[in-house]
């Protein structure tokens, strides 16, 4: 089992209004099961399934979060888990792991409990 760390500039959120909320929201499929955790300051759990606010825009502009990601598959069939991160009534990005994944170590798809991390540059 590696750690799959995704490059730091890969994903850049340009936040529109720093009044917005920006959340987060993360679907798995395939049988997947994950977990993401994102320290803003407090730590933030996300399961399958949930979307959760990550801070306001105006908080956020300017630092890069590190989002923290463990899965499994129960099934033992592939691993799929789509982030989306969006700023309420603005802009979104989203990555799905592992198909986005451009990090180091390549991805070895008979991984099937991987732990990955993925950077957000706020904007």
């Known amino acids: 089992m590696a750690i799959y760390i995704e490059k730091k ?10 009044d917005n909320d920006v959340k987060i929201t993360v679907d798995c499929y395939i049988g997947t099961v ?6 803003t300051g407090r730590i933030i759990t996300i399961g399958c399934g949930e979307t959760k606010t990550i801070g306001i825009a105006s ?10 990601g ?8 592939q691993i799929k888990i789509s982030h989306k991160i969006f700023e ?7 990555y799905t792991f592992p198909d986005d ?9 008979a991984d099937k409990n991987p732990s990955y991390t993925f950077f957000v540059n706020f904007k």
Do not use: C, Q, R
Request: zero cysteines; a negative charge; proline letters at 8%.
């Open 70 to 77: 463990d899965a499994d598959n129960p099934d033992n069939n």
């Open 59 to 68: 908080a956020l502009k300017g630092i890069t979060l590190a989002f923290d």
């Open 34 to 39: 994950a977990e993401v955790a994102v320290d």
């Open 9 to 18: 500039e890969k994903l850049n959120l340009n936040v529109s209004n720093p």
């Open 101 to 109: 994944y451009t990090g180091n170590p390549p991805y070895d798809n």
């Open 88 to 94: 309420v009534d603005g802009n979104e990005i989203n």
